[in-house]
């Protein structure tokens, strides 16, 4: 089983915490923004085993924080163990 934590990409605002894995192919994910950035730049993190305590939307982050775990999270199915990882997305 993972267990890895999980680190903000850079400093950045929680904008999106979804911990109820059954609402998107995501699983647990967290959306960061990161309004330094031009142009606008979002960060994702999902199939997260969990959020760190504290992490909700408006708390602001910093680069290299710990925000989660990852894990084998996902809507309607089951990652196996031996595939647990890190879903990251830029946008």
């Known amino acids: 089983e ?9 400093d950045g605002v929680v904008r999106h915490v979804s911990l109820s894995p059954g609402k998107s192919s995501y699983g647990r994910y967290i959306v960061i923004e990161h309004p330094d950035q031009r142009p606008a730049v979002y960060t994702l993190y999902a199939h997260l085993a969990r959020a760190e305590p504290g992490i909700r939307p408006g708390v602001r982050v910093r680069a290299g924080q710990t925000i989660a775990t990852m894990g ?4 309607g199915y089951a990652i196996p163990k031996e595939r647990a ?7």
Request: aromatic share 10%; hydrophobic share 50%; glycine share 10%.
């Open 85 to 91: 990882h890190l879903h990251f997305e830029i946008g």
């Open 72 to 75: 084998r999270s996902a809507g």
């Open 2 to 10: 993972a267990t890895d934590p999980i680190f903000a990409a850079m």
